[in-house]
């Protein structure tokens, strides 16, 4: 019998009100069913939403020093259960242990930093033009979060969103990608130990339309931050005029790793394999384009798909396993799609290709590691995102030629070059239209203090990570202290 899992509202461990649940599977094994999660709708979000205004008003008075006191201890507790953890992630979507691991580790990086900026949430003082009078600006907190993520980092990303928020002193509606409600739930679970006040944290499990779509609509909501595709995030955008909700959204990617002919080619190698084959390519930041520069092309293809030949697929918790399995069929058939699209259009397939069923991979979602040569800039393999273990490479001659290449794409999340040229490294950062850019490292490499998002169709400005994150979670609320005693008025009687 599998175990039932539940929502948490309003203070309690709750079914949905439909009564219904929906299976979580695990991808690389699909005959295993790691739990029976609730299959929320309208009615649980309305409830959870009016707990979560409920819990607002006791939280924002806390004061920010004491609320960066519980998330430190949420940190703690991430690191004391981070192995057990992390299993459970590999188990409900399929990325190696040591990948897993570290998505945790990103999310009490995460804890550690926001407990810390309780103690800043600066605001700034300035002069009045006026006489006796004391002019500032503070942050203040603005309501109702609702917070919808992602599969692909299951613990980071929703860090990212629900630390600051909740030290900007925000309360929280939270709907976890359906394919890993279990690290979720362990994540609430954790949030309450720590001393988190029940009603500020609601957890609402389900789909997108039915769950996702009810707290974007929702006039108590007051802002929205959502990970997740393009499409939908224009979508969700529209829904949340209707309100005019504050809105911040981490979209898709197209990202590239230029490699120049003066490049540390071992080095490269090491990057675009991580880059392009870790989380079995599932990463908004994943290394999806190969620019490859003329002059070492053939030698560096050469290496790439010898190195990718020996990547190991299977089992994320087995040791030795390189690549995990997609997250579900769903991914394997867009993958398909793709390969399959990129060769009409007169790409060359190097290497893989095909999903992967041998041995102790038989009943999971694995996709062998795939390289596509020959890529041209407008084949839809070199600007659509995939969201999979395939690269497209495309051969340039010149630096001005990669960064044009890099460029024509919709999205500009991350991006990265090799070289050893000092002036190039520099013009790359000025040139390239992304919002993260590595010089000498793969496009994967967040760090909790650091801003994390892109621009073009890849989002709508705003970043997480970073201190950033801490402006899109407060409102800012101009103050003036008139000490004179009298009726000052600005711009008219010190003119
Ligand atoms: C994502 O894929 O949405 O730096 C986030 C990185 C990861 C985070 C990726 N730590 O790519």
Redesign the pocket.
């Known amino acids: 019998m599998s175990k039932t899992y539940r929502n948490f509202i309003a203070g309690e461990w709750r079914d949905a009100i439909s009564g219904e649940t929906f299976e979580n599977r695990n991808p690389a094994n699909w005959n295993e069913v790691i739990g029976l999660f609730p299959k929320s709708g309208t009615a649980d979000v309305e409830m959870a939403v009016k707990a979560a205004r409920e819990g607002f008003e006791g939280w924002r008075l806390m004061p920010a020093p004491e609320r960066g006191a519980i998330l430190k201890r949420v940190g703690d507790l991430m690191t004391e259960r981070k192995e057990e953890i992390a299993k459970n992630m590999t188990r409900e979507m399929g990325k190696v242990l040591a990948e897993t691991m ?2 945790i580790q ?1 999310g009490i990086d995460t804890a550690y930093y926001a407990a810390t900026e309780g103690r800043r949430m600066f605001g700034h003082t300035v002069p009045s033009e006026l006489p006796n009078k004391f002019n500032m600006s503070i942050r203040v907190p603005i309501g109702v979060a609702g917070i919808i993520t ?1 599969w ?2 299951p613990m ?2 929703p860090t990212w969103k629900i630390f600051p928020a909740l030290i900007c002193g925000n309360s929280i509606v939270f709907k976890p990608a359906s394919d890993t409600p279990l690290t979720a739930t362990t994540f609430i679970e954790i949030m309450l130990e720590a001393g988190i006040p029940p009603k500020v944290l609601n957890l609402v499990h389900g789909s997108g339309s039915s769950v996702g779509s009810p707290i974007v609509n929702h006039p108590d909501v007051n802002l929205i931050s959502f ?1 997740g595709s393009s499409a939908v995030g224009k979508n969700l955008s529209k829904e949340a005029s209707d309100t005019l909700k504050r809105v911040s959204l ?1 979209l898709g ?1 197209k990202n590239a790793q230029i490699v120049m002919d003066d490049a540390d080619l071992d080095l490269a190698l090491e990057g675009v394999l991580w880059g392009a084959f870790g ?1 079995t390519g ?5 290394t999806s384009r190969l620019i490859l520069h003329d002059k070492v092309y053939d030698k560096f293809m050469d290496m790439l798909v010898a190195a990718t030949k020996k990547l190991r697929l299977g089992d994320g918790l087995k040791s030795g396993v390189d690549v995990g399995p997609m997250v579900n069929e769903g991914q394997i058939e867009t993958v398909q799609k793709y390969i399959k699209i990129g060769q009409e259009e007169g790409a060359k397939l190097v290497a893989g290709g095909k999903p992967y069923k041998e041995g102790d991979c038989a009943n999971g979602w694995f996709h062998e590691p795939t390289i596509l040569g020959d890529v041209t800039p407008e084949m839809r393999v070199a600007k659509e995102e995939i969201f999979g273990p395939v690269l497209s490479v495309l051969r340039i001659n010149s630096f001005e030629e990669a960064i044009k290449v890099l460029n024509n794409t919709k999205y500009g ?2 991006s990265s070059i090799y070289t050893r040229d000092v002036n190039q490294a520099f013009k790359a950062i000025r040139d390239i239209e992304a919002g ?1 850019t590595y010089i000498n490292g793969p ?5 909790a203090h650091m801003p ?1 998002g892109g621009i073009k169709e890849t989002g709508n400005g705003h970043r997480e990570g970073g201190w950033e994150v801490y402006e899109f979670y407060t409102e800012t609320k101009a103050v003036f202290i008139d000490y004179s005693g009298k009726l000052q008025r600005a711009q008219i009687d010190n003119y």
Request: net charge negative; aromatic share 8%.
């Open positions: 570290g998505d990103e992602p692909n980092f980071a990303i990970t981490e990617g989380t599932q990463r908004c930041t994943a999340l991350s993260i496009t994967i490499g967040a760090e994390f």
